[in-house]
C-alpha cells in the first residue's frame, strides 16, 4: 500500500513538472524570435505587384516596403532585391531621381548574394535610367555597361544596348548611336520581340532624322505602326513626339497634330515628361495666344509637377521612416524577448533540476521501501513458517504420535478400536485442512463469499455451532481486494482464538452496513477474556494490527466469565 501511494505521489509530481517545463519551453519557443512567415512576404509582394500596375503607387510602395521589411536577409534575398527594385522604380516614376539612386544602392550588398544575373541587370539599369535623367551621362553609361557585361540573355543585352544609344542621343552623338542601333534591327531576339523592335527603330529613325538621312521617316512609321497595332500608348507617346520633332520644319501642321496625339495620349496616362515635352513643342509650334495657352499651361504643370514630385518623396520618405522606426521598435522587442529567453532557460535549468533531485529522492525511497518490503515478506514467510510448524508439533504429531502408538498396541480388527483409529484420523485430516486454510492464497472476487462460509464451516463441530446473520446483504464486490483479505484473516483469527481460549458452545457472526462502513460484531458465550489475556495473545493483537492497517475501528469486550466480545468497523 505505502509503494503504490509512493508511485502515485511519484507519478504526479513528474506530471506537474512536466507540464510546467512543457509550457515554459512552449513559451520559450514562441517569444524570443519573430517566426519566419513566408507566405505572408508572398501576400505583401502580390499586393505591391497590383497596386502597381493599377499606376496606384503610393499603395505598392508602402507594400513592397513592408516586403523587405518582413524578409529575412538571409533567407529571402531575392524578394528583397525585388522588393527594392520595384520601391526605385516607383520614385523614379514620380522624378524622385536621387531618392530612387539611394534606395537602388540598398540592393549592393545583397547583389553579391545571388547568383542570378537577372537581379543585378534590374539594378543596374534602374541606376542607368536615374543617371541619365539628372543628365549624369557618365555615370549612366558606367552602370549600363555593368548591366551588358552580365551573363544575360540577348533581348536583355539588346535592350541595354538600346539604352546605351539613348545616352548618347542625349549628348546628340547620333552616329554613335546609329552604330549601336544598327545591328540591333538584325537581331532575331529583337525582330520576335515586337516592343523592343518598335523602341530600336524608332531610335534609330529619330537618330537618322537628326543627322539627314532619309531612311529616318521608314523607321519612325514603321515603329508607329507596330506600336499602334499593339496598343502600346507608352511608346506611341514617344512615336508620336519624333514624329512632330520630324514634322517641325517642313510641315508644321502635321507636326501641330502629332504634338496634339502626343499631349492627348500623355494626359490620358498621366505621363508629366510626355505632357511637358508636347506642350514645348506645341509652344514652339504656335505663335499668339496659342503660344500663350499653351505656355501657361507648360507653367502649370511644371509647378504642379514639382509640388507632386516633392508630395511623392515626402510621402516615400515617411513610409520609410515609419517602416525603420517599426523595424527598430521590433529589434528592441526582439532583444527584451531574448533576454526573457535567457532567463526563461535558467529558470528551465533549475526546474529540470528540481525534478532531476525528486525522481533521484523517489528512486532512492522507492528502492529502499522496495527492500524492506522484501525483508518484511521474509520475515513474514519466515514467522509463517514458525507458526506452522509449531502447529504441526504442538497440535498435529501429538496427535499423530498417539494415532501410531493406538494402532501399535491395540487390536484393529475389532469394530470398535477401528472406530477410534478412523476418528483419530478424521481429526488429524481436519486438523491437517485447517492449517492449510489458515496460510492458504484466498479468492478476492465473485468466489470471496463462499470461500468465507467455508472456512467459517470448518470450525463448526458438534460442540461449537457458529451462526452468521446478515452477510448476504453485503455488496462484497464494493470493497477491494486487500479489505476482503484483512477480514478474512481477522475472522478466521478469530475463530482459531475461539478454539483454543473460549471454551464456548456458541459463536454468532453479525454483519451491518451502516453509511459507507462495515460493521462486524463477533460474539461467542465462552469464557471471555481480561485485558491482560488480551495482551498476551498474538493472534488478538494481529487482528487489531490489521484492522487499523485499513483505518478501521476495532473494539474488544474485557469482561471475564461474560463470553467474549469483538466489533470492528471499516470503511467501504
Not at 536583355?156 to 539613348?166: C, E, L, V, W, Y
Not at 452477510?471 to 475461539?498: C, G, P
Amino acid at each position: 500500500m505505502i509503494l503504490k501511494k509512493l508511485h502515485t505521489i511519484v507519478y504526479f509530481l513528474s506530471l506537474f513538472f512536466f507540464l510546467i517545463l512543457h509550457s515554459c519551453e512552449k513559451k520559450t519557443l514562441n517569444n524570443p524570435n519573430k517566426k519566419h512567415n513566408t507566405a505572408e512576404i508572398d501576400r505583401l509582394v502580390d499586393l505591391g505587384d497590383k497596386y502597381f500596375e493599377e499606376s496606384e503607387y503610393d499603395s505598392s510602395y508602402y507594400y513592397f516596403n513592408k516586403a523587405k521589411s518582413a524578409c529575412d536577409e538571409k533567407k529571402d534575398v531575392s524578394k528583397i532585391i525585388y522588393s527594392i527594385s520595384n520601391l526605385a522604380t516607383i520614385q523614379q516614376n514620380q522624378g524622385d531621381y536621387s531618392g530612387s539612386e539611394t534606395t537602388a544602392m540598398e540592393a549592393i550588398p545583397f547583389l553579391e548574394k545571388t547568383t542570378n544575373p537577372k537581379y543585378k541587370w534590374n539594378i543596374y539599369t534602374i541606376m542607368g535610367i536615374n543617371y541619365l535623367y539628372v543628365y549624369d551621362y557618365e555615370n549612366a553609361l558606367y552602370y549600363y555597361n555593368k548591366a551588358l557585361n552580365l551573363k544575360t540573355d540577348e533581348l536583355r543585352k539588346s535592350d541595354i544596348k538600346n539604352n546605351i544609344a539613348a545616352v548618347f542621343m542625349e549628348k546628340e552623338d547620333y552616329n554613335t548611336a546609329i552604330k549601336i542601333l544598327q545591328p540591333l534591327t538584325f537581331k532575331k531576339e529583337v525582330l520576335n520581340n515586337p516592343e523592343s523592335f518598335s523602341r530600336v527603330i524608332d531610335n534609330l529613325g529619330y537618330s537618322y532624322f537628326k543627322v539627314g538621312d532619309s531612311k529616318a521617316i521608314n523607321y519612325l512609321n514603321q515603329s508607329l505602326k507596330i506600336r499602334t497595332q499593339r496598343k502600346d500608348d507608352w511608346g506611341l507617346i514617344s512615336s508620336y513626339h519624333n514624329l512632330s520633332k520630324f514634322y517641325q520644319k517642313n510641315n508644321p501642321n502635321l507636326a501641330i497634330d502629332y504634338a496634339l496625339i502626343t499631349y492627348g495620349k500623355a494626359t490620358k496616362l498621366n505621363n508629366i515628361e510626355g505632357r511637358l515635352l508636347s506642350l514645348k513643342l506645341l509652344i514652339e509650334l504656335n505663335t499668339g495666344n496659342k503660344s500663350k495657352e499653351y505656355s501657361l499651361k507648360y507653367l502649370h504643370i511644371n509647378d504642379s509637377i514639382n509640388k507632386v514630385r516633392q508630395k511623392a518623396k515626402n510621402q516615400f520618405a515617411k513610409i520609410k521612416y515609419d517602416s525603420k522606426k517599426e523595424k527598430d521598435e521590433n529589434q528592441k522587442l526582439r532583444a527584451q524577448k531574448i533576454l526573457q529567453s535567457e532567463h526563461q532557460k535558467k529558470r528551465n535549468l533549475i526546474l529540470y533540476l528540481v525534478v532531476g533531485t525528486i525522481t533521484i529522492i523517489s528512486v532512492f525511497i522507492t528502492n529502499l521501501l522496495l527492500a524492506r518490503n522484501k525483508r518484511e515478506k521474509i520475515k513474514a514467510s519466515y514467522n509463517t513458517e514458525i507458526r506452522i510448524s509449531k502447529k504441526l508439533h504442538d497440535e498435529l504429531a501429538n496427535d499423530v504420535y498417539q494415532t501410531m502408538a493406538f494402532a501399535e498396541t491395540q487390536d484393529l480388527s475389532t469394530n470398535h478400536n477401528k472406530e477410534i483409529l478412523i476418528s483419530n484420523l478424521d481429526t488429524i485430516y481436519s486438523r491437517t485442512r485447517n492449517i492449510s486454510r489458515e496460510n492458504n492464497a484466498m479468492q478476492t472476487g465473485p468466489l470471496f463469499i463462499s470461500d468465507l462460509k467455508e472456512m467459517m464451516s470448518g470450525f463448526n463441530t458438534q460442540e461449537v455451532n457458529v451462526i452468521t446473520n446478515g452477510m448476504d446483504s453485503i455488496n462484497w464486490m464494493a470493497l477491494d481486494s486487500n479489505k476482503k483479505i484483512i477480514i478474512y484473516r481477522v475472522i478466521q483469527e478469530l475463530l482459531v482464538n475461539m478454539k483454543k481460549h473460549s471454551k464456548c458452545s456458541l459463536v454468532v457472526l453479525t454483519f451491518k452496513k451502516i453509511g459507507n462502513k462495515l460493521q462486524i460484531d463477533y460474539t461467542d458465550n465462552g469464557a471471555g477474556a481480561t485485558l491482560e489475556q488480551l495482551n498476551s495473545r498474538n493472534g488478538l493483537q494481529n487482528v487489531e494490527n490489521r484492522i487499523q492497517a485499513i483505518k478501521g475501528i476495532i473494539t474488544f469486550d474485557t469482561k471475564s466469565n461474560k463470553g467474549f466480545k469483538v466489533q470492528f468497523i471499516i470503511p467501504i
